[in-house]
């Protein structure tokens, strides 16, 4: 069984930043893509960003592009996302997803075989 663990989240200040650590425990995997997710209260997951295994290839969202960075550690089965100048509508719950299926695009949620909990993030104003 994979297990994929969020940390990082926490509460932060407008324009603050925040770096989330997903990690893999258990078996061992290899996997096409990571990505993160978000979901705030009342409305529906979204995507955030994802990368493929090699590194080569990234998605991002719009509504983060130019702030948040996505990053991986294969050696370590890790997923990071470095998010920077954040703003109170990222306030939301977020999850890092694992797929081993290939795609050529990465921001739906239907491709993802493992999912974390998720950790919160909270951004005042």
């Known amino acids: 069984q994979v297990q994929l663990v969020e940390s990082g989240g926490g509460l932060v200040q407008a324009g603050g930043s925040l770096r989330l650590t997903c990690s893999a425990s258990g078996l061992t995997f290899s996997t096409d893509a990571a990505g993160w997710f978000r979901q705030a209260p009342g409305k529906e997951r979204e995507f955030v960003a994802a990368?493929?295994?090699?590194?080569?290839?990234?998605f991002v969202a719009d509504s983060v592009k130019g702030r948040f960075t996505i990053s991986r550690d294969n050696a370590k089965n890790t997923v990071y996302l470095q998010m920077n100048s954040l703003k109170p509508e990222d306030t939301a719950v977020y999850y890092c997803?694992?797929?081993?299926?290939?795609?050529?695009?990465?921001?739906?949620?239907?491709?993802?075989?493992?999912w974390g909990q998720g950790t919160q993030v909270t951004v005042s104003s």
């Open positions: 990368l493929t295994r090699s590194g080569g290839t990234t």
């Open positions: 997803a694992a797929t081993g299926r290939y795609s050529t695009n990465y921001s739906y949620t239907y491709l993802y075989d493992y």
